[in-house]
């Protein structure tokens, strides 16, 4: 089974950074990827497919990039509602394997 | 907007049996593949088992094959999880959740809790 790993597992930066999240997929997956937004003791949220589509809704300040096996999400200048877990998903076959998560913290 | 509700959920004792729900609405639930994802108390996200429109392809993971089954009643607009031989690990927050028209997740429900603990 392909895995998919995140880094960093944390981090924390202060208000107006630029933030970026690595996902790195054991085999190529193309470009089927997603990521999700968890705030805490909320749903998840879906913010981006396709590795690059922004879901209809989500602050344009969210933005992914890759293909193959190495992805990444860019949160241009991070805000204070953005604390949240951050999630990596394949689903190009099953099992649709998630990263491990990256916690996202204010400085 | 779209509706998912997850029902079912409880207090079961390891080696016990629990059937999940998941009520759709505003949708037309028949035209989605649809997902249960799973969550243990502090951890991250665990994909579990999807099914497609008509049920006729149905996945799990490795975690879960050959314990838990997923169905679906397209006439109720229902998904099911009926989960069995369950163990203290599968203890979680179980999430329905949609497939989008680019199979990823573009809709989850509020979650039904489920403890496995004697």
């Known amino acids: 089974d392909i895995q998919m790993t995140q880094s960093p597992s944390s981090l924390s930066a202060s208000v107006g950074d630029r933030v970026t999240i690595t996902c790195r997929a054991s085999?190529?997956?193309?470009?089927?990827l997603a990521w999700y937004q968890q705030k805490p003791g909320k749903v998840p949220k879906l913010l981006i497919y396709?590795?690059?589509t922004l879901q209809s809704g989500v602050p344009s300040r969210f933005s992914g990039s890759g293909s193959g096996t190495d992805f990444t999400l860019t949160i241009s200048s991070l805000q204070p509602e953005d604390v949240a877990t951050y999630y990596c998903?394949?689903?190009?076959?099953?099992?649709?394997?998630f990263g491990q998560g990256t916690k996202v913290e204010i400085k | 907007e779209v509706h998912l509700v997850e029902s079912g959920g409880g207090l079961v004792k390891p080696g016990g049996s629990l059937r999940l729900s998941c009520a759709a609405s505003?949708?037309?639930?028949?035209?989605?593949?649809m997902n249960w994802v799973r969550q243990a108390p502090g951890k991250g996200l665990e994909w579990v088992s999807s099914?497609?429109?008509?049920?006729?392809?149905?996945y799990y993971a490795d975690s879960v094959k050959g314990r838990f089954t997923i169905s679906r009643d397209n006439a109720e607009n229902s998904l099911y999880l009926q989960m069995n031989s369950l163990r203290a690990d599968d203890t979680a927050v179980y999430y329905c959740?949609?497939?989008?028209?680019?199979?990823?997740?573009?809709?989850w429900g509020q979650g039904s809790l489920v403890t496995v603990s004697s």
């Open positions: 959740a949609r497939d989008g028209g680019s199979y990823s997740l573009d809709y």
């Open positions: 505003e949708f037309t639930f028949s035209s989605y593949s």
């Open positions: 099914i497609s429109r008509s049920g006729d392809y149905i």
């Open positions: 085999q190529g997956i193309s470009n089927f």
């Open positions: 396709a590795a690059s």
């Open positions: 998903q394949k689903y190009n076959s099953a099992p649709r394997t």
